[in-house]
């Protein structure tokens, strides 16, 4: 059959005609997932918005690296993401360089101020944590931002803001989704009236197809541009000092104090992020990192490392023995993190301890045929949780990957005027509770829930980046996606894409902390029998939909290999759950 033939309706692409209504199946198989897994050849990305997504591409058109990439969509998903994201707020960062064998973890997590005690916090506001000032910790985002481009990137400072400068000078078209959000975290936000001015500005909500210009968040940003001549890591070292020391710092400052906060210029100016070695832990014949103890990346680790002695690949993906198997786990995870995750400087518990093989081992025998109780939460408490995040991830062919989730949304604290960023308002996931490891002090981290992770196989040369917004739900979604590419081999769209559960047995994250003992939640599209048998075991069932929002978004940008035997190849995944997008050439 020549090639005109082949292409006429109703030709049999197995070789031959096939007569109209033939039950013969067409050569082609349905879509395997929604979107495909991208694939690229010079580099993929993956980001919290499809904006963002494209300029960090454009990025890497233009010669940058993954890093170089990730440092600009980080900046820029600081404009256009406001309802997930702040240029004062917090930046965790994992950057795998080229020909390192290292992953390398940016806290990107500022410390509350040395004036703070718990007694005096609880006597100012009456034995509570109150949003705005109050729960104002150092902004380490900026911080992070720069620390990363001066030891691993290649670009000038100037060149990686210029994005962020544009869309906050000239504004960007709200799609329905940040309209929505911006209406929702009004509730919040319409209580400060700088804040107001900027998100509201016509006195309303916006709406889908508005644009939101951010005139003074333009002007800092250009200040901070301003400061890159001469030496490159030079210009990174005057914007940073300009932002922590300088004329920012005291505007800053200024205004937080006058709102309450407990943030002084020297608290500031002695913040810095370290860059260490990132702890992992071993699955499957990967070693998968994430950021440690001032966040809750050990909860991925931990779980990883108890379902690595478990025989999950015995059971088919999303059967009631598989989902049991992964809630138990992570509920031991989440139980290590009530009883011993804080700032490693004011740490009882080492993580070199917590990640231990024969402790590992012990947390997973206590896992049982039905629902436990591991000490996570005895009894149900009120509340209601936040989901506030984004990420991004970049991979190029030169093998450096970045993943790193910017954090901290709009309704938190009041957006200083004159600069068009806030305080990061993190203190509000410390504890109130003396005895607690995450107690807020003077000098201390909060615990934060952003955890972005690298996954790298040396035998097979694969390094893959993965991460998702969320509040506790960001690691249990890591982690499903990451079991269903490993132990059920389904490609990384798939695997995002596939319907996953979520534990709340444990205190949430941000005050109140609230728990729901046993309680699982299963999105829509798992079996009906396969909710009665986790019933069945214990498990109190709490219906999602099909594709819930609060499910989290996980996207994935890095290297896989995609048959066996095959070599790896850049490729990129982003959940349709929110408006992640990926992309990659």
């Not at 020549?2 to 879509?31: H, I, K, V």
């Not at 990025?59 to 309802?83: E, K």
């Not at 591991?374 to 450096?400: I, S, W």
């Not at 996953?500 to 005050?511: E, I």
Request: hydrophobic fraction near 45%; glycine fraction near 10%; aromatic fraction near 6%.
């Amino acid at each position: 059959m020549d090639a005109e033939t082949a292409l006429r309706p109703g030709a049999d692409r197995t070789g031959g005609m096939r007569n109209a209504g033939s039950p013969t199946p067409a050569m082609f198989p349905p879509p395997e997932s929604l979107r495909p897994t991208l694939v690229g050849r010079d580099f993929v990305v993956s980001a919290g918005h499809p904006i963002v997504a494209q300029v960090m591409a454009e990025v890497m058109a233009r010669g940058g690296t993954a890093v170089d990439a990730g440092v600009a969509g980080g900046l820029l998903s600081n404009v256009v993401q406001v309802d997930m994201c702040n240029l004062g707020g917090v930046a965790p960062t994992l950057i795998r360089p080229a020909g390192d064998t290292e992953t390398w973890v940016i806290d990107g997590v500022g410390p509350w101020g040395r004036e703070v005690t718990l007694d005096a916090f609880l006597a100012r506001h009456e034995g509570t944590m109150p949003l705005g000032s109050p729960a104002g910790v150092v902004p380490a985002a900026f911080d992070a931002w720069c620390t990363a481009l001066a030891r691993f990137g290649t670009w000038r400072l100037a060149d990686v803001l210029a994005p962020a400068i544009d869309y906050a000078r000239n504004g960007f078209p709200l799609d329905r989704g940040t309209a929505t959000a911006l209406e929702l975290l009004g509730n919040g936000f319409s209580a400060y009236e700088s804040s107001r001015a900027v998100y509201w500005p016509a006195g309303r909500p916006p709406r889908p197809g508005e644009v939101l210009r951010q005139s003074d968040l333009a002007r800092t940003l250009a200040r901070l541009a301003a400061c890159d001549t001469g030496d490159r890591e030079a210009g990174i070292a005057r914007a940073r000092t300009l932002f922590y020391e300088g004329e920012i710092a005291e505007e800053l400052i200024a205004f937080h104090r006058a709102t309450g906060g407990w943030l002084t210029r020297d608290d500031l100016a002695a913040y810095e992020s370290p860059v260490q070695r990132a702890p992992r832990v071993a699955f499957r014949g990967w070693e998968v990192a994430t950021p440690g103890t001032v966040g809750q990346g050990p909860v991925l680790l931990q779980a990883l490392g108890i379902l690595e002695g478990l025989p999950l690949e015995r059971h088919a993906r999303g059967s009631a023995d598989h989902l049991h198997l992964v809630a138990e786990a992570l509920k031991q995870g989440f139980a290590e993190r009530e009883r011993a995750y804080a700032d490693p400087a004011f740490a009882a518990t080492t993580l070199e301890a917590l990640l231990a093989p024969g402790h590992l081992a012990a947390l997973r025998d206590a896992i049982l045929p039905e629902a436990a109780l591991p000490g996570a939460a005895e009894a149900p408490a009120p509340g209601q949780g936040r989901f506030d995040t984004t990420y991004v991830a970049a991979a190029d062919a030169a093998g450096n990957v970045f993943s790193s989730m910017p954090s901290d949304t709009i309704d938190g604290a009041p957006i200083v005027p004159g600069l068009g960023f806030f305080v990061s308002p993190r203190g509000v996931q410390s504890r109130l509770d003396p005895d607690h490891p995450a107690c807020l002090g003077p000098g201390k981290r909060p615990r934060l829930t952003p955890a972005p992770a690298i996954a790298t196989n040396a035998a097979t040369g694969e390094a893959l980046a993965l991460g998702c917004p969320g509040g506790d739900v960001i690691v249990q979604s890591m982690l499903q996606s990451f079991v269903d590419m490993v132990c059920f081999g389904m490609t990384p769209q798939q695997a995002v894409e596939a319907p996953r559960v979520a534990t709340f047995s444990h205190p949430g994250s941000f005050h109140p902390h609230p728990a729901f003992p046993k309680r699982v939640a299963v999105e829509g599209r798992i079996a009906p029998d396969v909710r009665e048998a986790l019933a069945e075991r214990g498990h109190v069932i709490h219906d999602w939909p099909d594709w819930e929002f609060d499910a989290g978004a996980v996207s994935i940008a890095g290297t896989r290999v995609m048959h066996a035997g095959g070599a790896p190849v850049l490729v990129a995944a982003a959940d349709p759950r929110r408006i992640a997008y990926a992309a990659g050439r």
